[in-house]
């Protein structure tokens, strides 16, 4: 029994100090690349979310969730992150899936011209912030490189143990808790960077969708319909990179076979009232605060109206958890903008 009890505690005190120098080594994302620390935030979230938008930056940087609660009490959040491939965007549906069913799901589109996985670094941002599963290792399987190997995502201590000679005291002070990056997922950035001479359509071989983000576009589309969800297909309106009007085509396509919707914010700038000189930040890539809550209130009505997705305001439950997260959505944006109209005293508001 002695021995049997030594045993015991040698494996527990080891696997004690590997999840504690792995807690330690892992980076954190509160003070550098903040996209790094957005996955995680959602299993802190309260899941009574009738909408769920997955996708890349496109996403995060374009819906407030704040704003579509604000103006028609539809409780939302966005599960994006950068570069997020359209088979992580399944298997995160998938991991959404075991903890609250949405009645409508708004997929952006913008990564369907990824025919194969990426890179490690965009991978991690994604991967790193879900919980251990089934789900995880599949999206792990489709999503890894050659060179990476499917144990260091497992055990990440195995990919960040040189980590130690950069340790600051972000790793040590976040190394359990971390703060909130995002409003629900939507990250705001302020500025104004005008969109000026778009480089030249550079013409491609060939304008059909790869194999791999077809087969997935098309499991998101049955896995919504297996569980009574509304899928609504959405391309945000950034000018660069180029959306080509033949990968247009085949969304359009897609949606009639498939019986979902397909929303293109591109081609509705006009109807939201989206100007490049304004409601970007860097050059029309993406859209600033300003152009977020346009696009926001645009798709926020038609969710409301056209897939009949429920007001909450003025239910207790909804209302103790929006109302204190918009006060600091609204707070915090505005100290973003004051400070960037101060470091830019001549820009002109007008």
């Not at 926020?300 to 207790?316: C, T, V, Y």
């Not at 909804?318 to 903008?337: I, N, S």
């Amino acid at each position: 029994m002695k021995k049997l009890f030594k045993i015991t505690f040698t494996i527990l005190f080891v696997i004690t100090v590997l999840f504690l120098l792995q807690r330690l080594l892992m980076p954190k994302y509160m003070t550098d690349i903040h996209e790094g620390a957005m996955i995680a935030e959602y299993y802190d979230s309260p899941k009574f979310h009738d909408v769920v938008f997955l996708g890349d930056c496109e996403v995060y940087e374009t819906y407030s969730p704040c704003i579509m609660w604000e103006n028609y009490g539809i409780s939302s959040y966005v599960r994006g992150s950068s570069q997020q491939l359209i088979w992580q965007s399944y298997y995160l549906l998938e991991d959404t899936l075991k903890y609250e069913t949405p009645k409508a799901v708004v997929l952006n589109v913008l990564a369907m011209r990824f025919a194969e996985p990426q890179n490690e670094a965009y991978n991690r941002m994604t991967l790193d912030g879900m919980p251990l599963s089934i789900t995880k290792l599949n999206s792990i399987k489709v999503s890894m490189t050659e060179d990476e190997s499917a144990w260091e995502y497992i055990f990440p201590i195995l990919r960040y143990h040189d980590r130690y000679s950069s340790l600051t005291d972000e790793d040590v002070t976040y190394m359990f808790n971390k703060d909130s990056v995002t409003f629900a997922g939507y990250m705001p950035f302020a500025g104004i960077k005008p969109v000026g001479t778009l480089p030249a359509e550079k013409p491609l071989p060939d304008y059909t969708f790869g194999e791999l983000p077809m087969e997935y576009l098309q499991k998101t589309a049955d896995l919504c319909k297996a569980n009574g969800i509304e899928l609504i297909l959405v391309k945000a309106p950034s000018v660069y990179p180029t959306w080509y009007d033949k990968w247009d085509d085949q969304i359009v396509d897609f949606s009639a076979q498939n019986g979902v919707s397909y929303v293109s914010l591109l081609q509705d700038s006009d109807i939201i009232g989206i100007d490049m000189s304004v409601d970007t930040y860097d050059n029309g890539q993406h859209v600033n605060i300003y152009g977020a809550e346009k696009c926001s209130d645009y798709i926020g009505n038609i969710l409301s109206n056209g897939f009949d997705i429920p007001d909450h305001r003025g239910e207790a439950s909804y209302d103790e958890y929006w109302r204190p997260l918009c006060d600091k959505y609204h707070m915090t944006t505005q100290a973003m903008w004051d400070d960037w109209y101060a470091q830019n005293p001549d820009y002109n508001r007008e």
